[in-house]
């Protein structure tokens, strides 16, 4: 039977039984601001056989360019550096990691906290960690001076993806079906 | 260059590029700090039109620009956000900072 001949709700039912997807990706690059956006890029096609909501994709590139900046601009600075992203999928559990070799961050608590920035003549806003938890699920960042700098990441998928499917003006969404029962 | 401007009277308009990272922030930031001392600029207005993806540089730009703008003694807006670009605002506090509804 052919995808198109199933009603709207079998073709739903269907898009979630094609989960869980497991998947591991790993990926090395220099330290440039240029290949942030090689990151973000990706990670938004490691998560693309997941169907992922417009938000989950933005969500999770916003967080992997902020960890990835940082790594880039704090982490190696001027020097040049290798910076390492790893991405899992494990049932419907995403796992970013963003690695450096870097100097490392001395106070880690300190450099989480929003508005705090030690390039404030960069015009940097010092939000960085700030979108990443507000974005992911989990934070936690693991680092000591010289060091280098690691970020692990998790964000459940498929949370927020009734309220974007059900265009059809029925905004409800956990517990009802949005074709009704 | 990757974004576009227009200079009108003493406003400076910046067309946003398609994605705002910390790459272009630092380019967005020269130009526009070269553009305003050479035309005299008091008010900006920041088009996110063509945006689709910004991360925290994006607003590190915005409230950079705001400090300057506000010390002119002129207006900074922001308009044409799309919904992911303005819950960064939001969230960021910065929408609040302009006094934007």
């Known amino acids: 039977m052919k995808l198109n001949e199933y009603s709207e709700g079998e073709e739903k ?16 690059f220099d330290s440039v601001s240029e290949n942030v956006a090689l990151a973000r890029m990706a990670v938004s096609g490691f998560i693309l056989p997941f ?10 590139k916003t967080a992997v360019s902020e960890a990835v900046t940082n790594a880039i601009i704090h982490g190696y600075e001027k020097f040049k ?21 870097g100097k490392g961050i001395e106070n880690v608590e300190k450099a989480m906290e929003p508005m705090f920035t030690t390039k404030t003549e960069e015009d940097r806003a010092g939000m960085g960690f700030m979108f990443m938890n507000v974005f992911m ?3 936690n960042v693991q680092s000591a001076p010289g060091f280098g ?26 517990g009802t079906h949005p074709f009704g029962r | 260059m990757d ?12 067309y946003a590029p398609k994605e705002i990272d910390h790459y272009v922030a630092s380019e967005i930031i020269e130009y526009s700090e070269v553009l305003m001392a050479k035309n005299n600029i008091k008010n900006m207005i920041i088009d996110f039109e063509e945006t689709e993806f910004m991360d925290s540089s994006g607003i590190g730009i915005v409230i950079g620009r705001y400090k300057i703008i506000t010390k002119l003694g002129g207006k900074l807006s922001l308009r044409k956000m799309k919904r992911n670009i303005e819950r960064m605002f939001e969230i960021s506090g910065v929408k609040k900072l302009l006094g934007e509804k």
């Open chain 1, 13 to 28: 039912e269907m898009s979630v039984h094609k989960r869980p997807l497991n998947n591991n990706m790993r990926m090395e």
């Open chain 1, 51 to 60: 169907d992922p909501t417009m938000d989950e994709i933005n969500d999770i």
């Open chain 1, 81 to 101: 550096g290798t910076v390492c992203l790893k991405c899992e999928l494990k049932n419907d559990l995403l796992v970013v990691t963003v690695k450096d070799n």
């Open chain 1, 137 to 139: 699920d989990s934070l």
């Open chain 1, 149 to 174: 700098t690691t970020v692990i990441m998790t964000k459940k998928m498929g949370i927020t993806k009734q309220d974007v499917r059900c265009e059809c003006g029925n905004t409800e969404t956990e």
């Open chain 2, 3 to 14: 974004f576009l401007y227009e200079v009108k009277g003493d406003t400076l308009t910046i």
